[in-house]
């Protein structure tokens, strides 16, 4: 099944869209979305967790720390992915 992403539309960081949407508004962080018109379904985490993984922003860390902190990434905690951050 195909998904629609309408132009100009932003997908959040994290978010999740269902099979067949059709997304015509942006999209939160770590928010899910499905239907047609896609609708907000709920959001991932609550608003002082999206708030840590955006400011821990894993997607903007060096190649080479990415990889060796794959796992973290994968299926750690936040507190464990914020422990794993590089140094600014």
């Known amino acids: 099944m195909v998904t629609t992403v309408m132009p100009g539309v932003r997908i959040g960081h994290g978010a999740i869209i269902g099979t067949g949407a ?3 508004r942006d999209v939160p ?15 991932r985490y609550d608003d002082r967790d ?3 993984l955006l400011a821990v922003a894993w997607w903007d860390w ?3 720390h990415i990889t ?3 796992r973290t990434i994968m299926s750690g905690s936040i507190a464990e992915l914020e ?3 590089p140094a600014v």
Request: aromatic share 4%; net charge positive; proline share 7%.
């Open 22 to 24: 059709v997304v015509t």
């Open 29 to 43: 962080d770590y928010g899910i979305v499905a239907g047609n018109p896609a609708r907000l379904v709920r959001t």
């Open 50 to 52: 999206i708030a840590r």
């Open 62 to 64: 060096p190649v080479e």
């Open 68 to 70: 060796e902190r794959v």
């Open 83 to 85: 422990a794993a951050a």
